[in-house]
């Protein structure tokens, strides 16, 4: 299937934030950590599993008026490392971005173990994640050298 086919997928928005490329079965992690959910009143699209060009299937999501920060994209790192984001405005891309994994992930999640001193609020420190692995993804806390499970740690955002 071409990628022209794909997009079509997707109605055009005028303004707004589309994520591209988004591993496939990441795109409710996506939203649940840019606190896409019930309350939300912007108009959301989702596509699931349809196929990619780089690698068998992919996510696709679409949030209209809403342009995500910086910020926002180093959090969707955890989920969708390699996503490509552009932002639109006037119906035509404005900018385009990349979601890149670094090796570590710093004052994004905190870590996942509530015995860490990162827990402490009287030893207030930069929360360090290493990231081990990104294929599969593999998180270390830098501190208690802790393995962090990927579900738990989604919920941990600062
Ligand atoms: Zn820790």
Redesign the pocket.
Known sequence: MSNESNMRRVTAIRNGTVIDHIPAGGALRVLELLNIGKDTSVPVSLVMNVPSKRKGTKDIVKVEDRELTQTELDRLALVAGGASVAIIRAYSVAEKLEIALGDEIVDVVR?T?SN???QNPREPMAHRLRVLSKDPLQIR?H??R?PQDLDKLVQNVI
Do not use: V
């Open positions: 870590c173990f860490c001193i990162t806390c501190y208690c802790r």
